[in-house]
Every structure is written in structure tokens, then in C-alpha cells.
């Protein structure tokens, strides 16, 4: 069934452009990664006669002229998207920059920005008569791939690498996927799963290679501009590990721009861990000739070595005239516990990097003190909790005694 | 200043009414357990006047007319509630309970409900003129404190016992909290708690103590009214510890039927832990006079052998014409992974003790197969790791081979 609002998958490497088939993967001519293309006059025309603010749907699915999927009758279960976007004021005046905004998208069905991705998976997969899903992830897309087809009926195989934190492991087993860890990389992880894939006949929900996927990632700058109302940010800032989020994120804009619903696109601030960064040292060097790198960071979800989608990811920095910033492992634990004690907001590592990224941004002069920036949080502090003890401490621990606190108080310089 | 909407704080114990300051704590006669009244006739005018479907808001203060605040300025920043309600129909299949819902409160700031009653701490302090605000919990409500607090710029004492889930303390240390771990019961920990209060004269976020917390915490009943359209389901479920939480979910429903916005009331279904059940043991015999338990169960959020809710709780179990149920932690933790598997929906073990109550009370025959019942799941599962993964079980573990992985698969039966 032809989807009405969409004109084809144009390849990013052939520019070739075939149709938007809900089971395509990578381009059936050369195998560069497809990217969905729009009616722009469609899409605005839709968004004119039902204003977004009259709309009941609190979440990504409400802006159903924007996604690529059938109709109304398949909405996945699980409520993905209509995160919060706070104003920041007092921890944008901790690091200097007055007018901060954090998108928290650790507020997830599954607790990450991936959820926004899986929930489109399960819907592609039943679109094409698929009941198993399959991925391989460094945790986050795979519990929400689980959760989302969980909540939708169909099975799923999971592949992550062994090092994945215990809580995305533990949503897994807890949502009835059949997992299996990878004792190895991402890039091992990827390749056993491409082969199973390959092997059994399962529904491709792999990074890059569905070109679904990046259309859920999207649904968050479509709300970022709702938020704002549809006043664009100067900057927005996202952690880069594969490169398919900064790649919807930048996706959503091009969109609400080709629609007129916005008249000017922000700067991506595109942020890596120091440990891990082959897009942003390409980027950094102007060339789509990027090379691996070791996984040496705590922020496993943006562990990637080799990433999947360089070409979007290198593409989004350069076209939005992007900021480049890597950050130490130490500066990342620095950004969640600024984002807990300061927002009130609790990530996980990759999840505070945008965060870490802006933070030294503005140290180092890459943005200005008056810009208006937007830092999206893409996953939740509680998936993690071995590297927030590392990163917060560990607390007090006293007999329920008055003197034993007050020993334990004087002890810390603690006041009351 | 008076609040437009409230009449007054009524004590449980000997009836009298006092002024609903920000401050209250307990009845200043007698030392009873307060319940904050409103005009309904006031609230009725404005929810005609301006219709919920009309309203932008979508957090808890969407209910602003049910609510004991000010004015608009003073909101926390965290967006609490608006969390989920799903229609789960494959898990009430699977229970044998075709009108089944799940509302996930682990949506929510810091993944509880407990944001609900902080959100409301944290404005009533303010109002209070106050800076500084101390607690003692069995985890979901310190973390939920610590987390809004801090997005408010407030300071914060949390008390938990040292049995606390790792999750519930790393998520205080991240906010920033002055973190105090107590080697004992919920009991001890509530009375050191007490006296550092006193002693050092925070704002009280006690359960109980504080009359306003049981108000944000309604908030659950009237978004699952909003949700329904209004119409009443049968029954609501929902875990019990120290009994402030089903005294609020009762609260919510009564100031509905109040301000005449709903035609009937749900039954409550009152569930507790077998190794814990002050309250239902109670209720059971048809008595007030509870008797102390030890706090025997994996579900620590609701292991709390003195509660201090115990007049509310039991007046809402019997005013509603309630249901009675404890579930073993075998019972706790079956339930967890049938809301996971069926419903997408990851809990904490207290978080699956209403919905392991519903399973057992349709199975002892204490509900009708056909009634309409809505469960609360009330916290995150990501909270606690520690016993999902002893609820789920560990993955299977290979290298990055396929004929490893091809092994796995025969050893365990699976076909892929």
C-alpha cells in the first residue's frame, strides 16, 4: 500500500529512489542507506487544516503527517515520544549560558530517545506481515525494541555487546526477548546479528540499515519546535555514537523546514566521548573518510567504533554548519551530576554528553553566551547505575542514632 | 494567603478544622492524621467553565482547581504526572480479564509516583517560605524529593534504610541530596528522620505528617478518569505500604464525585505483600487497630511493618467496599514478567504488586471475569536491577560466532 504523504527512499550514496516498501533495508542497487523523502505540500496543506495544538495525541504520533506509516490503526502500544523539554535557568547559569533548554528523552516508555525508533520498527514489521524483529544494539534500542514488540505481540531476538549495563539487560529478559550477549565490540555484536538476521528471515530493526528507524529518531525535533513554539533554538546538541540520532534529529528539522512550518534551522552540536570519536574526527578534518576507532569510554551507548551511518551523521554536522566537541569521560560524570543537582534531571553517560558538550562549547568560545540552546538527554540515568554511583558517590551510612548523625554530620562539614 | 478553593485541613481523628497553611503539619488538638477539604461547587464552576480536553497543560497541574496551590507562578519544573494508561489487552487475556488497564506511573520524573506528592512538597514549601526540605522513605518518595528539590533549587535531607535498591540511592546521590542511609527498619528510619527534623526545623515531606502530599498524589485518579472519558472502570488496583498512596488514589476519586465530574465510584483493590500486610490484616479483620509486622518482602517500597497512613488506607479500603488480596513474592515477581512480556511495561516489584493482586483476585473468584479494572503500577522497574534480573533470569552469553550462537540456540530449544 502506497503511503500518502511519502514519494520514495532515494538512496544517499546512488541517489537512486525506490519505493518506500515497509521491509526495505539498504539500497537493492548498491547498498548505501535510503533516506525517506516527503510531499512537503502534502505534509503543510495537512498541518494547516488540524493545527497541532488542537491535536489530543500527547505522543510522537501525533504528528502522523510527518511519519511514513499506514493509517491509524497501527499505533504501537507503548506511548513513545512527548518528552519534556524544561528551561533550564539555573543550570544554564552554572556553565554560562542563560538560555538552555534540556529535552529530557530518558522520560521514555523504555527510558530512552530509542523508543521513538523501536515503536516505528514494530509498526514497519507488522505492515510487512512480520511477527519476530531482530536487532543489535548497545542496549538502548534493543530494551525498547523489546518493550515496543513486547507490548505489540511479536518476538524478538537481541544482540548486545556482554559490557552492556545490567539495567538495559535486565528490561530485556524482564520484556521476554530471547538475548544473547556478544563477549565482544559493537562491531562483533553488529556482524553476528546481521548474520542471524540474514539466517532466519527476522524483521531488520539494525541502525542505518532500516531507514524506518530515523524517522521515529525525528519525532523529537518536531517536538523540540512545537515546544518552542516553532521558534528555532540557535543550537541543538545531541551525543553521537552510530550516527542514526544526530542524522533523525537533523532529518526532523530538514522536514519542518520543507514544510515552512519553520523558517530557519539550528546548529547541531554534535558531541562524542574523546575515548570513541571516528564521525566527529572526520568531521573535524572536513572528509566523509572516517576510520574506527577503539570503544574506550563508560558512555556504552555511544561506544561505537564503527559506526553504522557516518554518511547521515557526517552529512547533519556539515550541512547544519555544525559544532564539533569531544569530551573526557570525567567531563561526561561532570555534565550528569550538573544536570541532577542543577535540572533535576538524572542520565545516564551517553545521555549527559550532549550536556558535557555544550558545557565546553561555551568554555571554549565555540558558542556564543547568548545563544539559545537545546540539549537533548537521550537516555535515562537508571540504566546505568554502576557509573552513576561512580560518578555521584556513595552516601552516608549511620545506626538510627541522634549521636551517630551527628557524628556522621560533623564528620562531612554538614551543617543541617 | 487563603486558597480560592480549599476550606480547610479536617483532622481524621477528632474532626475539627484549622486553616490550610502551607506549613501544617499534624492536628494541633490532638495529633491526628489531617485531609484537606475543598469547595466543590467552586471546583465544578471552574472544570464547566474551562474544559480539561481544552487545556495544554500535561503534567498533574492540568487539575489545577483539585489542587491546594496558590497560583500559577508556583509550579515545580519537573513535569509530574500525565503519565500512561494503556489498554492492555494481551496481559488480560492471559489473566482472564478481557477490561484490563495499565496505568504506568513509572513514567514519571524519577519513575514513581511519588513525583506526584514531591511536586507537591516542593510547592508547598516554597509557599512556605522555606529551603530546605527533609524526608525518610523506603526510596521512590526520597528520590522523587531529591529529584524536584533540585530542579527547584531547594536543599534536601533524605533518610532511607541501607536496604534501599541501588537505583533509588544513586538517583538521591545524583540530585545532589544530602544522602543518609539508615541501618534498619522503615520504622527506625522514619523516627531518626523525626527527630532530625525537629531538631534542625526542615519543611516536612513526611508521608502522612504532611496533609499535602496525599493531594498530588490524587492526581493519579483523575488523569485515569480523564483517560476513561470520565466513566468509571469497576475496580482500581493498586499496592499498599504505608498506606498513603491508596489513601490518595481514594481521595482522588472522592473529590471527583464531589464536584460531581464522575456518577460513581471504582472499588478499590487493596493489595499487600503476605510478608507485610499490616494494613490489609486489618482491613480483613474489620478492624482500625492494626497490629506491627516485620517487613518481609522483596518489594521494598511497600515493606513497611508500622505504617503511617493506616486511618486513611483503611477508611479508603472500607469506604470503597474494597478488595482485599496479599501476593507472596513469587506472586510479585510472575507478575512482573507478564507485564512485561504482554504489556511492554517494566515495574519494580511494589510496582507489580497491584497487578499481581488483580491476577489472584480474579482467580480466587473475588472479581467478575467481565468487571473493568485499571492497575497502578507505581514504580520503575529500572529502580531496582537487582531483582528483575532474579525475577527474569541472566541472558545467554556467546562469542561473536555464529556456530557458538547456533549451540545457544539448540542448547536452550530455540528455533529462531
Chains 1, 2 share one sequence.
Not at 38 to 46: F, G, H, Q, V
Not at 75 to 104: H, T, V
Not at 137 to 166: E, Q
Request: with cysteine; proline share 5%; charged share 20%.
Amino acid at each position: 500500500m502506497a503511503l500518502w504523504n511519502v514519494t520514495g527512499a532515494r538512496c544517499t550514496a546512488c541517489g537512486k529512489v525506490i519505493p518506500a516498501e515497509p521491509d526495505i533495508t539498504t539500497c537493492p542497487h548498491c547498498g548505501g542507506i535510503l533516506d525517506i523523502e516527503y510531499d512537503y505540500d502534502l505534509i503543510r496543506e495537512s498541518a494547516e487544516k488540524n493545527p497541532f495544538s488542537a491535536r489530543q495525541d500527547r505522543s510522537m504520533w501525533r504528528y502522523m503527517e510527518f511519519l511514513p506509516v499506514e493509517g491509524k490503526g497501527s499505533r504501537p502500544l507503548l506511548r513513545a515520544g512527548g518528552s519534556p523539554l524544561y528551561r533550564a535557568e539555573a543550570l544554564g547559569r552554572k556553565i554560562g549560558l542563560p538560555n538552555l533548554w534540556i529535552k529530557d528523552d530518558g522520560q521514555n516508555p523504555t527510558a530512552s530517545l530509542k523508543d521513538r525508533a523501536s515503536a516505528m520498527a514494530v509498526i514497519k514489521a507488522q505492515e510487512a506481515g512480520r511477527t519476530t524483529i531482530a536487532c543489535s544494539s548497545t542496549g538502548n534500542a534493543a530494551s525498547s525494541l523489546a518493550g515496543n514488540a513486547a507490548a505489540a505481540g511479536l518476538s524478538t531476538y537481541i544482540f548486545v555487546p556482554s559490557r552492556a549495563p545490567k539495567g538495559k539487560v535486565a528490561q530485556l529478559m524482564m520484556f521476554g526477548a530471547t538475548v544473547v550477549l556478544v563477549e565482544g565490540s559493537y562491531e562483533d555484536t553488529f556482524r553476528i546479528s546481521a548474520e542471524a538476521i540474514d539466517r532466519w528471515g527476522w524483521y531488520n530493526r539494525n541502525a542505518a540499515i532500516n531507514p524506518f528507524l530515523m524517522e521515529g529518531k525525528k519525532t523529537v525535533s518536531l517536538e523540540i519546535a512545537e515546544q518552542l513554539g516553532f521558534v528555532m533554538p540557535d543550537y541543538v546538541a545531541v551525543s553521537v555514537g552510530d550516527g542514526c540520532t544526530i542524522g533523525g534529529v537533523w532529518k526532523g528539522f530538514k522536514d519542518l523546514y520543507g514544510a515552512g512550518l519553520i523558517d530557519r534551522l539550528p546548529r547541531l552540536i554534535s558531541v562524542q566521548a574523546s575515548g570513541c570519536c571516528p564521525i566527529n574526527t572526520a568531521a573535524a578534518a572536513g572528509t566523509m573518510d572516517w576510520v574506527p576507532q577503539e570503544e574506550n569510554t563508560l558512555a556504552d551507548s555511544i561506544a561505537v567504533g564503527v559506526p553504522r551511518n557516518p554518511v547521515k551523521a557526517l552529512r547533519a554536522i556539515s550541512e547544519s554548519n555544525g559544532v564539533i566537541v569531544n569530551v573526557s569521560d570525567e567531563e561526561i560524570m561532570a555534565a550528569m551530576r550538573l544536570l541532577g543537582a542543577h535540572a533535576g534531571v538524572f542520565a545516564e553517560p551517553a545521555g549527559a554528553t550532549g550536556t558535557a558538550g555544550v558545557k565546553k562549547a561555551v568554555e571554549m568560545g565555540l558558542i556564543e553566551e547568548n545563544a539559545s540552546v537545546v540539549s537533548i538527554v537521550t537516555g535515562n540515568g537508571l540504566k546505568d547505575v554502576a557509573n552513576a554511583i561512580r560518578a555521584a558517590g556513595e552516601p552516608m551510612s549511620i545506626k538510627p542514632d541522634m549521636d551517630e548523625l551527628l557524628a556522621a554530620f560533623e564528620a562531612r562539614g554538614i551543617k543541617g
